[in-house]
């Protein structure tokens, strides 16, 4: 019985580690919502627009400035909000995944029980502040004003895959029950 109380933990803490990862990349990459205007491909993303032209020598990223013509206040807002969200949600996924390799090396001992409770609060707390960074970003990339034509980018798909992930792994370990 232990032994599969420590599986579901594993894979409980396999998909937020996962999510992470992906959380990371989301944040990273600049195409949450992208555009093309007159043969120039426009990236908006929570750090930073780019603004490929087809020039090999030109820099076509630049940090999001706020206010700007394209951002108004309020999608500014969003924006640097859901850094700020998906920023934490990296912190507590990648503590809780880590915490899961603490528990697999010390599995055995009783006093794991307060490990286990903050590695339940973690994933809790990493897929709040994940699902308000996801809704966030989204609404203020694909909000900017100005800009036709706005899709949906690969940063902002990205970001969903690793929710749904940190949602089957919060569920998981959340429903764990172990067997002391």
């Known amino acids: 019985m232990a032994n599969s109380f420590k599986l579901i933990i594993v894979v409980g803490g396999t998909f937020v580690a996962s999510a992470f990862i992906l959380f990371l990349l989301s944040n990273g990459l600049a195409t949450w919502s992208q555009t093309t205007i007159e043969s ?60 899961c390799i603490v528990y697999c090396a010390m599995s055995g001992d009783k006093k794991l029980q307060k490990l286990i409770l903050t590695q339940k609060i973690l994933a809790v707390a990493s897929l709040v502040t994940g699902m308000i960074g996801v809704s966030l970003g989204i609404a203020g990339t694909m909000g900017i004003s100005n800009v ?29 029950k172990p067997y002391f």
């Open 148 to 176: 036709p034509n706005l899709e949906i980018g690969d940063s902002a798909i990205i970001a969903i895959a690793a929710f749904v992930g940190n949602l089957i792994g919060a569920v998981t370990l959340v429903l764990a």
């Open 40 to 99: 120039r491909k426009i990236t908006f993303g929570l750090w930073r627009i780019c603004e490929f032209t087809g020039d090999d020598n030109e820099i076509p990223c630049s940090d999001i400035l706020c206010p700007s013509e394209n951002l108004n206040s309020s999608t500014c807002a969003k924006i640097r909000a859901a850094g700020a969200f998906i920023a934490i949600t990296c912190a507590f996924s990648g503590i809780c995944g880590l915490l």
